[in-house]
């Protein structure tokens, strides 16, 4: 898939403004065909040069840059080419999707497998043990803890499980 393809889907272009954040922003939008200077893209960008090199940094440690190093004879200085690499953005996209599918589930589990007290004042949220230490009075306030209704909670983490995983295509045991 082309870049300017790729840069056209918004998930995309929201998972690279997560990877690298406003600044770095405007080099993961403007990949160039080819071997690139970090000082290039910083004068072509009107950008600072910390800046660039924070971004590029952060597409290197996700794979989706690559660079090679040149050693200048005369003065030893090192020139580092950059390179996008951008064909593993949806492998990477799925990956994260695959960590948020395990997460959500984790935490409905959790969520289930636990009785909450709510404190209507704070908005502070305790499990059992913890309300039962504080005498079902909240630590902060003072006011009665009340026995805190989560399925609204349980079904919605259910909703988007089942959204991933039909992204994904996961296979589900019994179904």
Same mark, same amino acid.
């Given at each position: ?16 403004? +997560? ?9 993961? /939008?403007?990949?160039?065909?080819? +071997? ?17 090199? #924070? ?13 090679? #190093? ?32 395990? /997460? ?7 969520? #289930? ?11 502070? #949220? ?13 630590? +902060? ?16 983490? +259910? ?17």
């Amino acid at each position: 898939m082309a870049f300017e393809d790729l840069l056209s889907d918004p998930v995309i272009q929201k998972y690279l403004h +997560e990877l690298v954040g406003p600044k770095g922003m405007p080099v993961a /939008a403007a990949p160039p065909d080819g +071997e690139v200077t970090d000082e290039e893209l910083a004068e072509e960008l009107d950008l600072e040069l910390n800046d660039v090199r #924070r971004a590029l940094f952060i597409l290197y440690e996700n794979d989706l840059a690559t660079y090679r #190093r040149l050693r200048d004879e005369d003065s030893g200085w090192l020139t580092y080419l950059w390179t996008f690499e951008y064909d593993k953005i949806p492998e990477n996209l799925e990956e994260e999707m695959y960590r948020l599918l395990d /997460a959500l589930e984790q935490r409905q589990e959790y969520e #289930r497998n636990h009785e909450f007290y709510l404190c209507e004042i704070c908005s502070l #949220r305790f499990e059992f043990g913890e309300a039962m230490d504080f005498g079902f009075e909240c630590p +902060e306030c003072g006011s009665p803890l009340e026995s805190m209704e989560n399925s609204m909670l349980v079904e919605s983490m +259910e909703e988007r499980i089942e959204e991933l995983e039909q992204e994904l295509n996961v296979e589900v045991l019994g179904a």
